[in-house]
């Protein structure tokens, strides 16, 4: 008697995150008006990053006045090349959101640093298709962030164990010492640790 109610409460998570996932897998699935049937839509980055409004005066929201110091640990890439990592689709849901409460971009200070199971998304086109026979799906989305202000930067230490040449990232992704570095400075700097 005592599991029900757990065992109740896990099915419905369980239920909750798999609804979430599929949801956010249908990211370049929006249409013309940046919303789809189910109510998901796109914000600034039209790419991805798809996000659902919720009720008027839900709890939590973040202040259109305040700066908002970030730092994203990218570290998930996609069990299927050709799609999205989920790091970069939580990083483009992140300045979603954030404008979608109001917060003008300027007061988003974002950068994302991908390493780990992340790196093979950064790589330019021609290298990510020389790798995995598709073209390179998480580039239209890194493209779209950088010119909404978001420093989207490579750990140099990750480039070499996967093997890459630097020269073989994306040009819009700048090539950093590492990601323990970048994030130890920026955390000193007082950006938040968000881990993806």
Known sequence: MHHAPSTLALLGLLALSLSF????????????????AAG??????????????????SSFM???KATYKVVFAMTRGSDDPSKVSPAVERVARAVNLFTAAGVPLKNLHFVAIAYGAAT????????????????????PIIHELRKAGVDIVVCGQAVAEYKYQFEWIDHDVPVALSGVTTITELQLKGYALMQL
Not at 21 to 36: I, L, R
Not at 45 to 50: F, P, Y
């Open 21 to 36: 996932g599929a949801a956010a897998g249908t990211a370049t699935s929006a249409t013309a008006d940046n919303a789809n």
């Open 40 to 57: 998901w839509h796109t914000g600034v980055i039209t790419s991805g990053g798809e996000i659902h409004p919720v009720p008027k005066g």
């Open 62 to 64: 973040p202040d259109p």
């Open 120 to 139: 093979p998304a950064m790589l330019d086109d021609k290298h990510y298709e020389d790798a995995f026979l598709v073209h390179n799906p998480n580039l």
